[in-house]
């Protein structure tokens, strides 16, 4: 079954610094990759997606970037702020046929002020 | 947030003894997922409904049981057959089609002792 590894575990940038997320997949099927982000407390939301048509997707201050002969995408946040202090898990999925997530064991990013 | 719903908040219950969590949807979404959230694993799939009457093992399916009678229902049984229940459980739906976002539940700790 597919498998998602996430780099690094934590993260400590300086505000107003950018800030990157690794993740790779096992399953050469997988066409759809969420970023999921959890602050403190409360329950994961998404924050941009990308599907395997795509190499990258913007979205103001976050973009996602995909190989897909790598098999390797990434989160990037620009000039960051202390609010996007939380934890960013990936995830790895093959929609339509089977639309459950298989996520990346998450990133604990510190945007220190 | 609001949506879905996961009662209750906190759960402790005696080794032994089985345990139902609730996670109730008013958004009108096909499928619904469980998964447990540890420290450093990330979101682990445990069961998933893509529709009423019908549900699929995830990842770590052993010593658990869910039944999807109504669409807005996907209770989660933590049997005492689960060797380590100690966690925080995490639900979710998702329209599926045309987004595939999950939209999570503000999630139950459960503390067997």
């Known amino acids: 079954g597919e498998n998602v590894e996430q780099h690094p575990s934590t993260l400590s940038v300086q505000e107003g610094d950018s800030a990157v997320i690794k993740c790779t997949y096992s399953?050469?099927?997988?066409?759809?990759f969420p970023w999921y982000k959890q602050e403190l407390g409360k329950r994961p939301q998404l924050i941009i997606d990308?599907?395997?048509?795509?190499g990258e997707k913007k979205d103001q201050r976050i973009a996602v970037t995909l190989n897909k002969t790598a098999k390797h995408f990434s989160l990037h946040i620009t000039e960051t702020q202390p609010e996007d202090s939380a934890v960013y898990f990936c995830?790895?999925?093959?929609?339509?046929?089977?639309?459950?997530?298989?996520f990346g064991t998450g990133t604990l990013l510190a945007v220190q002020p | 947030d609001g949506g879905i719903t996961q009662s209750p908040k906190y759960l402790f219950r005696k080794e032994g003894q089985n345990v139902t969590l609730s996670c109730e949807q008013n958004?009108?979404?096909?499928?619904m997922y469980w998964y447990r959230q540890d420290p450093g694993q990330g979101l682990r799939l445990i069961y998933y409904?893509?529709?009423?009457?019908?549900?699929q093992k995830g990842d770590i399916a052993e010593g658990y049981s869910v039944s999807r009678e109504k669409k807005e229902s996907f209770p989660l049984t933590v049997t005492s057959a689960q060797k380590n229940p100690t966690a925080f459980y995490l639900c979710?739906?998702?329209?599926?089609?045309?987004?595939?976002?999950?939209?999570f539940g503000p999630g139950t700790r459960l503390t067997v002792t």
């Open positions: 995830a790895a999925s093959i929609i339509p046929i089977d639309n459950k997530l298989i």
């Open positions: 990308i599907r395997s048509n795509v």
């Open positions: 399953d050469s099927a997988s066409n759809y």
């Open positions: 409904s893509q529709i009423v009457n019908d549900f």
């Open positions: 958004l009108n979404h096909d499928a």
């Open positions: 979710a739906s998702s329209i599926d089609g045309v987004s595939y976002e999950q939209y």
